[in-house]
């Protein structure tokens, strides 16, 4: 079955370490992106790529690195310098021009 | 920049009920994507329209793009509790490029 993978589900952290979320797709798509959603906020753009070994910042990248060795994978990794790391992390991937597919979510608390 | 804002921001009807959502942007709409998300999962595409005018349906749930391609209109006819959940529109950001802006959603329940 085809379709974008995000591990863990729920994942726990302590204040001042990082933490890497990884999103995994098999779709041949490529272009992916990385959202993070907050309540009430909708969807915000944290990072995107639209080919291997490139990519860009979104609106909110600050506190935030990601990494496109592989068409498949995108981790993005949630450093200690991002103030509110607590939040829902979405990653799609799309064929250029058309719509994207969302992985089932990440969702870290940092304590 | 491109905002989307969505009316309501929340939405209670009764089983069987129709309802309508709406999309409104500040900016000419070059593709606008209609989403589903069920809390704490991911997002479902419903459809995309493009053209002013344009009409889409997938089961019960119809959406149409304004001649203007300023406002989109989601529209659930005879809502079933399978339909509860929050939508959100998305909008290209620009004539060719990537990014997806989208609306802080709808969230909508369905009473029994």
């Known amino acids: 079955d085809g379709g974008i993978t995000q591990s863990p589900k729920y994942l726990f952290r302590k204040e001042g370490q990082n933490v890497t979320l990884s999103c995994e797709q098999n779709l041949n798509h490529d272009a992916m992106y990385w959202y993070r959603q907050d309540p009430g906020q909708g969807l915000r753009l944290i990072y995107y790529s639209q080919i291997v070994n490139d990519f860009q910042k979104g609106d909110i990248a600050e506190g935030y690195s990601v990494s496109r060795e592989k068409k498949e994978s995108f981790p993005l990794t949630v450093t200690s310098a991002q103030k509110n790391p607590t939040a829902f992390y979405l990653c799609?991937?799309?064929?250029?021009?058309?719509?994207?597919?969302f992985g089932p979510g990440t969702r870290l608390t940092v304590t | 920049s491109q905002e989307l804002e969505q009316s309501p921001q929340s939405l209670i009807v009764q089983e069987g009920k129709n309802l309508t959502i709406n999309c409104t942007s500040s900016k000419t709409l070059y593709g606008l994507y209609w989403y589903k998300q069920k809390y704490g999962e991911g997002l479902i595409f419903l459809m995309m329209l493009q053209k002013g005018g344009e009409e889409k349906s997938h089961e019960k749930i119809t959406a149409k793009l304004d001649e203007k391609k300023q406002q989109s209109s989601l529209h659930i006819t005879a809502s079933q509790p399978s339909h509860a959940g929050i939508y959100l529109c998305?909008?290209?950001?620009?004539?060719?490029?990537?990014?997806?802006?989208f609306g802080k959603g709808t969230r909508l329940h369905i009473l029994p």
């Open positions: 998305g909008a290209d950001a620009q004539v060719i490029n990537d990014k997806i802006i």
């Open positions: 799609a991937s799309s064929i250029s021009g058309y719509e994207q597919y």
